[in-house]
């Protein structure tokens, strides 16, 4: 059964700071790769996702880097505010397409001013 | 543009009774999604349902059942509710896989507690 492995569980971060969030996942079918962000008492909403045509994708302060060769990929917050603690989920398509999404458990950050 | 809208909120049902949570597909999406999210844990896929019939389902019994309706809207039925069914259960709407078009558009839940 396909999984996707994200890590760590929590992380906290100074204001200003740098949160990095990683990913492995063991196969997909599609080649696609979203990060979700999840705010208490709301569902996910799409942060920003990846295809691997290219290696790297950022969006403000939010940036993807993918390794396909590794299968793996992480979300770096630059400039981490306390507006941007939350949960984040990365996910990957499962067959059937690229609305099918499997997610990693999940990691709650919370950044300190 | 109105988003996807879930019902009822929170719910609370004993073991072994009957549910059915509803769900409003945002407007312009013909795909309706069901994930289940435990306590802590990511969303898991339920199903999905296109065209007003089943599109694909995860590893979840034969109780846990569904519906699409000609406007896009869709249920979410389970019976013999069991106390592992207490979770977040959450509905996301998209366009079809083939369009091209990668976004699930997330309602807020339906929280069920089964006591």
């Known amino acids: 059964q396909q999984q996707v492995k994200q890590s760590p569980q929590s992380l906290i971060v100074q204001k200003g700071g740098i949160s990095i969030i990683n990913c492995a996942y063991e196969?997909?079918?599609?080649?696609?790769f979203p990060w979700y962000q999840q705010f208490p008492g709301k569902g996910p909403a799409l942060l920003i996702a990846?295809?691997?045509?290219?290696s790297e994708k950022k969006e403000g302060r939010f940036t993807i880097s993918f390794n396909k060769s590794a299968k793996q990929f992480s979300l770096h917050i630059m400039d981490s505010q306390p507006g941007d603690s939350a949960t984040y989920f990365c996910?990957?398509?499962?067959?059937?397409?690229?609305?099918?999404?499997?997610f990693g458990a999940g990691t709650r950050l919370a950044v300190h001013p | 543009e109105t988003g996807v809208t879930q019902s009822p909120t929170h719910l609370i049902k004993t073991r072994g009774q009957q549910v059915t949570l509803r769900c409003s597909s945002q407007?312009?999406?013909?795909?309706v999604s069901w994930y289940q999210q435990a306590l802590g844990q990511g969303p898991q896929f339920i199903f999905q349902?296109?065209?007003?019939?089943?599109?694909g389902r995860g590893n979840f019994p034969p109780r846990f059942s569904g519906l699409q309706f000609p406007n896009y809207s869709s249920e979410l039925n389970v019976n013999a509710l069991e106390l592992d069914d207490s979770a977040l259960y959450l509905c996301?709407?998209?366009?079809?896989?083939?369009?091209?078009?990668?976004?699930?558009?997330f309602g807020a839940g339906s929280r069920l507690t089964v006591l």
């Open positions: 990846i295809r691997p045509d290219v």
């Open positions: 996301a709407s998209s366009l079809p896989a083939n369009s091209g078009a990668n976004v699930l558009t």
């Open positions: 407007s312009g999406h013909n795909t």
């Open positions: 996910a990957a398509p499962f067959s059937g397409g690229y609305n099918k999404l499997i």
């Open positions: 349902y296109y065209r007003e019939e089943e599109n």
């Open positions: 196969n997909t079918a599609f080649d696609y």
